[in-house]
C-alpha cells in the first residue's frame, strides 16, 4: 500500500534491493523469502519475537536521487504480487514524466506530493468503513499480517493478539497468538524454524487454564485429535476470558447456525485505545451485558450504559449500604457490595423525577429518584453526579410515557365498538383466564376454611403484607435476605403468580410489550393459521397435562394450555414445543392469568433455563454434565457407584426439565418452583444433591440401575407439604409404587433447609462456569452423535466406506459453517433447519458446492469444471430449493465414484441436457455461435432457433395432456377419475431408465465432445483416449446423419400447401463442426478464429484437447460422402434434424476400449480428501520461511 513518504537513512543494512532504477529501489526485508544466510535467520526471528513484522512490511519501495543521502519510503506491500503492482504503476506513470525534471529536489517534491494525493484520496474512498476507523494502525497492520499468514478472507476479523509460546511437545516456541472470531491461529518463526497453527473454534472440546511443573500456567486447548498448550502471557486471565467467549460463541453457532454480527451501537471511544480493536470492545461489552442481565433478570435486549460506586440509603435498615449503581437504556439498578444485603431494580418508566439533592460531608453528592408511586431512592457518593444525571436524563427522553404503571391492564379499556370484536378473537379480556389462575378460579364459591393449615397460609399472607409495606411493593422492590427467607418459607398461593412474575423478569417484559400476547394467539390460531407438526404435538400432550388436576379435566384449562404453548411456538420457533413444556405451563396456569404464564414461560425457555426446550433439550444435557461434576466434588464416593451404574445421567433429566413437577408430589414442587424464580437453577442443583446425600447408604447398597432408580423414585413420591391449604392431589407414580409398605414421609421445607445448610456454598457464577465446560462437551457430543446417525443412514445408499462418509461429512460441514462465518448467497436460516433428520439439516448452494466439487470431484475438466459443478448441482438438487443436502451431495459423488460405467456416462449425458443446462446459459452459447457465423442472412431465423434448443421428447403422458389441450371447449369437460390419474402419475417415482432419456442435439453433442476433451487432458492415457473419442465422435456424427436423411423421407408426405414456418429452423454451428465445412479438403485447417469462436463456456483456445478435436471431427467429416458434406455446409447453421440417442451414444463408446476403462475405472477420494484437508491445515513446519510467493520469484 502507499505510505505517508518518510526519511531512510540507511537503506541496506536489514533489506536486500531486487530491483531498481535511476529513482525508486524495490527492496526485500531479511529473512523474508529464500536465502538470507544467518544474517536473514537473525533478522527474520527478532520480526517475529519482537512484533516488528506486525509494523514493518516484508517489501518496500524508496525513492531516491542521485545526489541525495536520504531515501524516502513511499510504499509497503505484504506480498510480492501487491509490491510488484506498485513498481509497475511507478514505471509505467512516473518514471518518464520525472525523468525531464532537471532538479533532484522537483523530482523529491513532485514524487511526495503525487504519493500524498494517492493517499488522501484512497482515505476518502474508505471513509465509510467503520472497522478501519475505530481500530489503531498497529492493530490492522497486525489483521493484515493475520490475513497474509493464515490464509484469512477479509470478512475473517481479528478480535486480539498475544505474545506467549506454544509447546511442542517439550520445547516451546515463542511467537504470537492470533484470536479471531472463527479461529485461533499461532505463528512462530524462529532460526528458520516456521510452526504455523490454526484451529478453528468449533472443533474446541475442551478449554481450560492450569498450572503444572511440566506446563506452568497454561492455557489447554483440546480438539477431537489433539490439544496444545499455550504459556508465558502476559496477561493469561485476560486472554482466557477472551478464549473461553469466542469458544462460547462457536457454540451458539453450532446450535443456531448464526453468524456473528458485531454491535454497530456501540459508544465511540473518546480516544484510539491502543492494541484494542472494535471487536474485542464489543465482546467485552457483550461480557458485562450479559451479567448485567443475569443479575437483574432483564431481558435480552437491555445493554449496559455504565456503572459506578455509590451508597444507596436504605430505610428498611437507617443506613447506608454499599454497592454499584448500573444504568442502562430501560433500567436504573442497583447492588449492595455484600451478598444478599440490598438489591434494587428501577424500571425509567416508572421514574417521574430525577434531580440533585443537598451535598453534606455526611451525605456527599446525592441523587434523588421518585417514582409515580411516591417512592423515594437516595444515592449518594457518585464521582461524576453531572454526568449521570445527563446520562438518566437521555434515557427518560426516549422511554415512552407509561401513565399506567405497573398495574396496568392486559389491554385497555374498551368501548362498544371493539368488546365485541375482541370477544371475537382467541384470546380476549372476557375469558375466564384472563384475570385470575385456574386456582382461584375453582376456588371460587368454595366454603372458607378456617383450620389451621388455612390459618398457617393467611400467616404468610400477612408476613408478605408486611414486607411489602416496609420494603415496598413491585418492580422497586428492595430485596434482601428477609425476603429470601419468605420465599424459603412458601410463597403464599394468592401472591404466587404476582412474586413469580417479579422475581423472573416476566413483569418487565410484559409491561414493556401491551398487548402482545393476544396478538400472538390470534396469528398462531386465527384464520389462515396453518397446522404443523408442532401443533399437532401440542394437541396430542394437551390431555397429558396433570390429569389429575381438575383444572385440567375441562376445556376451560385445555384452551388455555393450548393458547400459551401455540402462542410461544408462534413467538420461538427455533424451540417450537418440547414435551416438558406442557407440564411447567400447566402450573404456571394454575397461580397466574394466562397472560402471565405466557411471559413466565418467556422467561423459562429463553432466560433461566437457555437451551432446556429446544430439539436436542441441549440445556437440560449440559445441566446433566453440571450435575455430575457438583456430585463428584461433594459426593465423591457415591459419584463413583453411580457413574458406574449409569443413574446420573437418567435421573437428571426428568429432574432438571420439569422442576421436579413429575417426579415429586405437586404440593411440595411447586414450593421448588418457587425457590427456582428467586434464586435460580443453583437451587435445582443444591435439592438434587441432597436428595442423593439423603440416600447414599440406599444407593450404595444398589447394584444395578433399576434398583437405584426404585429407591430415588419412592423417596422423591414421599415428599410431602404439610402446610398445603388445597386438598393433596394425587401423584400417579406414588399410588403405583408405594406397596404394603410405604416409606417415611419427607417434609419439604426440611428437604429445602437441608440443601442449603450442606450445599448452599453453589454460587451462580461458579455454575456459569462449569456449564462452559460441559456445554463444549455436550454440543460435540451431539455433534458426533449426528455424523454417525448420517454415516449409517448413507452406508445402504451410497459406496462409501464409514471412514470416507465421515470425511466427507465434515467437509460438508466445513463448508456450510464458513457460509455462517463469512456469508453466501442464501441465508443461513434457510440453509439450516434443525427439525429435519441429520442427513438433511445442513445445506450448501451452489458456490458451496462448486468449491467442493473442484477438491473433490473426480472429473477435472480446467476451465469447463465450474461449468460442470453448476450443471451437477442443477441435477441432484431434486426440490430445485436451490440447495442440496448432504444425502444429495453423497448420491451425486457416490455414482461418479463408485458407479458402473453406463451410470456414469448416463450423469455425464444430462450434465449437457435440460435442466442441467439452463435456458440462459443456452442462449448464451446460441448467441456466440450466431456472432462467429459467416452466413448474416441468415439472421431473421435465430429467435426461432432458441424455442427449438431445448426442445427434447416428451413423454406418452406429456403428449396425451397437450393433444388434450389443443380439443374444442366440448371436448374438455373431464371427470374427476381423469384428474385422479393425472394427479397419481405424478405422485408416483418416475423410474430413470435409458429409455427415458430425451435425444441429445448437434450443439449438446459438441458440448459433450468439449467436456470429454478436457476431462483427458491430464490423463496418462491421453493420447489414446484423445484418439477413441474422435473415432467415436465420428461414428456418432455418422449415425446422426443417418437418422436425420432417414427421418427426411418419412417426412416427405406433408401437402405441398403447408405453411414453410412448420418446418423446423436451424441453427448456426457450433466452430467444432464449421471448419471442415467453410475450408475445401484440400486447404489446411483454419486456425485461431474457429477455436476462439465458442460459447462462454469453452476453455481457453490454448486447450489441446478442443484442437485435436477440431482436427479429428475434420479429418472424418472429410472421408464422409460429398452429399453429407453438402447436406452439412449448407446455410453454415447448426443442423436441428440432427439428433442421436443415449443408447447410441453408450454403444459407440463401448467400441474403444481406452474409453471404457476409464470409465470403469475404480477411483479414490481419499487422496482428494487428504488435499483439501491440507488446505485447511491444522499445524504445518517447514525448514524455510512462509513465503506465499515462492513460485513467482524471479530466477
Not at 428437604?751 to 454440543?779: A, P, T, W
Request: aromatic content about 10%; some cysteine; hydrophobic content about 35%.
Amino acid at each position: 500500500m502507499w505510505i505517508p513518504p518518510e526519511e531512510v537513512l540507511l537503506a541496506g543494512p536489514l533489506w536486500v534491493s531486487e530491483r531498481a532504477n535511476p529513482f525508486f529501489i524495490l527492496q526485500r526485508r531479511r529473512g523474508h523469502g529464500r536465502g538470507g544466510g544467518l544474517s536473514g535467520l537473525l533478522v527474520g526471528t527478532l520480526d517475529v519475537v519482537l512484533d516488528s513484522s506486525a509494523r514493518v512490511a516484508p517489501y518496500r519501495i524508496l525513492l531516491q536521487t542521485a545526489g541525495a543521502q536520504i531515501y524516502w519510503n513511499i510504499a509497503s506491500g505484504s506480498s510480492r504480487k501487491e509490491i510488484t503492482e506498485h513498481w509497475d504503476w511507478l514505471e509505467s506513470n512516473l518514471l518518464q514524466t520525472i525523468s525531464i525534471f532537471d532538479n533532484d529536489e522537483d523530482v523529491t517534491t513532485f514524487v511526495k506530493g503525487k504519493i500524498s494525493g494517492i493517499i488522501a484520496e484512497e482515505n476518502r474512498l474508505k471513509q465509510g468503513e467503520q472497522q478501519q476507523e475505530e481500530d489503531c494502525g498497529k492493530f490492522r497492520e497486525a489483521e493484515l499480517k493475520m490475513r497474509r499468514l493464515f490464509g484469512m478472507p477479509e470478512e475473517e476479523k481479528l478480535v486480539n493478539y498475544y505474545s506467549c509460546s506454544f509447546w511442542k511437545g517439550r520445547v516451546p516456541r515463542q511467537g504470537w497468538l492470533y484470536l479471531s472470531v472463527n479461529h485461533l491461529c499461532f505463528y512462530s518463526f524462529l532460526l528458520g524454524k516456521e510452526v504455523t497453527l490454526v484451529v478453528q473454534w468449533s472443533e474446541v472440546t475442551q478449554l481450560e487454564k492450569n498450572a503444572t511443573l511440566v506446563f506452568p500456567e497454561s492455557v489447554r486447548v483440546r480438539t477431537r485429535i489433539t490439544e496444545y498448550f499455550f504459556s508465558m502471557f502476559l496477561n493469561i486471565n485476560d486472554t482466557f476470558k477472551l478464549m473461553e467467549q469466542l469458544a462460547n460463541m462457536a457454540m451458539r453457532q453450532l446450535l443456531d447456525n448464526e453468524a456473528f454480527a458485531a454491535d454497530r451501537s456501540l459508544p465511540k471511544p473518546c480516544k484510539t485505545l491502543k492494541n484494542v480493536s472494535a471487536l474485542k470492545r464489543d465482546l467485552d461489552a457483550r461480557a458485562k451485558n450479559e451479567r448485567y442481565r443475569a443479575m437483574f433478570r432483564l431481558t435480552q435486549d437491555e445493554r449496559l450504559d455504565g456503572h459506578t460506586d455509590c451508597t444507596l440509603w436504605a430505610p428498611f435498615a437507617k443506613m447506608h449500604v454499599v454497592g454499584q449503581l448500573f444504568i442502562s437504556n430501560n433500567y436504573i439498578c442497583f447492588n449492595s457490595r455484600e451478598e444478599d444485603l440490598c438489591q434494587l431494580i428501577i424500571p425509567l418508566r416508572e421514574v417521574s423525577v430525577v434531580e440533585k439533592a443537598d451535598s453534606s460531608s455526611i451525605l456527599p453528592c446525592p441523587v434523588s429518584i421518585s417514582t409515580k408511586n411516591k417512592t423515594n431512592f437516595l444515592f449518594a457518593n457518585l464521582k461524576d453526579r453531572d454526568f449521570l444525571l445527563q446520562r438518566i436524563s437521555d434515557f427518560l427522553q426516549r422511554t415512552p410515557d407509561s401513565s399506567g404503571g405497573e398495574t396496568s391492564p392486559l389491554i385497555g379499556p374498551l368501548d362498544s365498538s371493539s368488546e365485541s370484536v375482541l370477544i371475537g378473537r382467541h384470546y380476549h379480556p372476557d375469558l375466564p383466564t384472563a384475570n385470575q389462575g385456574l386456582l382461584r378460579l375453582y376456588q371460587t364459591g368454595a366454603p372458607e376454611d378456617l383450620g389451621p393449615k388455612a390459618m398457617k397460609e393467611r400467616m404468610k399472607e400477612e408476613a408478605w403484607n408486611i414486607h411489602f409495606s416496609e420494603f415496598g411493593r413491585g418492580v422497586c422492590m428492595y430485596r434482601t435476605s428477609r425476603t429470601r427467607e419468605l420465599v424459603l418459607n412458601g410463597i403464599p398461593e394468592n401472591l404466587r403468580g404476582e412474586l413469580w412474575m417479579l422475581f423472573s423478569g416476566a413483569q418487565n417484559e410484559m409491561s414493556s410489550h401491551p398487548g402482545y400476547y393476544g396478538d400472538l394467539v390470534e396469528a398462531a390460531m386465527g384464520v389462515g393459521s396453518v397446522v404443523s407438526v408442532v401443533t399437532e404435538e401440542i394437541e396430542r400432550d394437551l390431555h397429558r397435562s396433570m390429569p389429575e388436576h381438575r383444572a385440567f379435566q375441562n376445556q376451560t384449562g385445555i384452551s388455555a394450555l393450548r393458547r400459551v404453548l401455540t402462542a410461544y411456538a408462534h413467538r420461538n420457533p427455533g424451540i417450537g414445543y418440547c414435551q416438558a413444556m406442557n407440564i411447567v405451563t400447566s402450573v404456571l396456569l394454575l397461580f397466574s392469568p394466562e397472560e402471565q404464564a405466557f411471559w413466565l414461560l418467556v422467561a423459562l425457555c429463553e432466560r433461566m433455563l437457555p437451551d432446556y426446550y429446544n430439539t436436542r433439550v441441549t440445556g437440560a444435557l449440559v445441566d446433566q454434565g453440571v450435575f455430575e461434576e457438583l456430585t463428584r466434588a461433594f459426593l465423591p464416593p457415591l459419584y463413583e457407584h453411580m457413574r458406574d451404574l449409569g443413574v446420573i445421567s437418567t435421573i437428571s433429566l426428568s429432574w432438571f426439565l420439569t422442576l421436579f413437577l413429575s417426579v415429586m408430589p405437586f404440593d411440595s414442587a411447586v414450593l421448588l418452583v418457587d425457590c427456582f424464580f428467586y434464586e435460580g437453577i443453583k437451587v435445582t442443583f443444591q435439592v438434587a444433591l441432597a436428595v442423593l446425600h439423603d440416600n447414599m447408604e440406599a444407593l450404595l447398597s444398589c447394584s444395578d440401575e433399576g434398583e437405584a432408580m426404585t429407591v430415588l423414585g419412592r423417596y422423591l413420591d414421599n415428599v410431602v407439604n404439610k402446610q398445603t391449604v388445597a386438598p393433596p392431589i394425587p401423584h400417579l407414580h406414588a399410588l403405583l409404587t408405594s406397596g404394603d409398605d410405604p416409606p417415611r414421609e419427607i417434609d419439604i421445607f426440611d428437604l429445602i433447609k437441608s440443601s442449603y445448610e450442606k450445599f448452599g456454598s453453589l454460587r451462580s457464577d461458579v455454575i456459569e462456569q462449569m456449564r462452559f465446560k460441559q456445554r463444549l462437551k455436550v454440543i460435540q457430543s451431539l455433534e458426533d452423535t449426528a455424523k454417525r446417525s448420517v454415516v449409517r443412514a448413507m452406508m445402504t445408499e451410497s459406496s462409501f466406506s464409514i471412514e470416507e462418509l465421515e470425511e466427507l461429512y465434515c467437509l460438508f460441514k466445513a463448508q456450510h459453517m464458513a457460509s455462517c462465518y463469512w456469508g453466501s448467497s442464501s441465508g443461513v436460516s434457510q440453509r439450516f433447519d434443525p427439525s429435519l433428520p441429520y442427513l438433511e439439516q445442513y445445506s450448501i448452494d451452489p458456490l458451496q458446492f462448486c468449491q467442493l466439487f473442484l477438491g473433490l470431484g473426480p472429473w477435472a475438466c480446467g476451465g469447463r469444471t465450474p461449468t460442470l459443478s453448476a450443471r451437477l448441482f442443477r441435477v441432484l438438487d431434486q426440490n430445485q430449493d436451490g440447495l442440496l443436502n448432504f444425502k444429495e451431495f453423497i448420491t451425486g459423488f457416490s455414482g461418479m465414484y463408485h458407479g458402473e460405467m453406463t451410470e456414469k456416462l448416463k450423469l455425464l449425458y444430462k450434465l449437457h441436457l435440460p435442466p442441467a443446462v439452463c435456458p440462459e446459459e443456452a442462449e448464451s452459447a446460441l448467441e456466440a455461435t450466431h456472432f462467429f457465423t459467416e452466413n448474416e442472412a441468415e439472421e431473421p431465423s435465430f429467435l426461432p432457433a432458441v424455442g427449438s434448443l431445448g426442445k427434447q421428447e416428451v413423454t406418452s403422458g406429456e403428449e396425451d395432456v397437450g393433444n388434450e389441450e389443443r380439443k374444442g371447449p366440448e371436448e374438455k369437460v373431464k371427470d374427476y377419475r381423469y384428474y385422479l390419474r393425472l394427479w397419481a402419475n405424478e405422485k408416483e417415482p418416475k423410474t430413470d431408465t435409458i429409455k427415458n432419456l430425451p435425444r441429445m442435439n448437434q450443439e449438446q453433442f459438441i458440448d459433450v465432445c468439449k467436456t470429454l476433451y478436457n476431462m483427458f487432458s491430464e490423463d496418462p492415457e491421453e493420447q489414446q483416449l484423445y484418439h477413441s473419442i474422435a473415432t467415436a465422435a465420428s461414428l456418432l456424427l455418422r449415425i446422426g446423419e443417418v437418422g436425420k436423411r432417414f427421418g427426411n423421407r418419412k417426412s416427405e408426405a406433408p401437402p405441398p400447401e403447408a405453411p414453410p414456418t412448420e418446418v423446423p429452423p436451424t441453427e448456426n454451428p457450433s466452430p467444432e463442426v464449421q471448419p471442415p465445412e467453410v475450408q475445401p479438403p484440400e486447404a489446411p485447417p483454419p486456425e485461431a478464429p474457429p477455436t476462439e469462436g465458442p460459447s462462454p463456456e469453452a476453455p481457453p483456445p490454448e486447450a489441446p484437447g478442443e484442437a485435436q478435436m477440431c482436427r479429428a471431427l475434420e479429418d472424418a467429416l472429410q472421408d464422409e460422402d460429398s452429399a453429407l458434406i453438402a447436406e452439412q455446409r449448407q446455410g453454415s447453421e447448426l443442423d436441428a434434424d440432427w439428433s442421436i440417442s443415449f443408447e447410441q451414444v453408450l454403444a459407440s463408446l463401448l467400441t474403444e476400449p481406452p474409453l471404457v476403462h476409464y470409465f470403469e475405472r475404480k477411483r479414490d477420494i481419499r487422496s482428494k480428501m487428504a488435499a483439501c484437508k491440507a488446505q485447511r491445515a491444522v499445524e504445518r513446519q517447514t525448514s524455510s520461511s512462509s513465503e506465499h510467493d515462492l513460485t513467482q520469484l524471479s530466477p
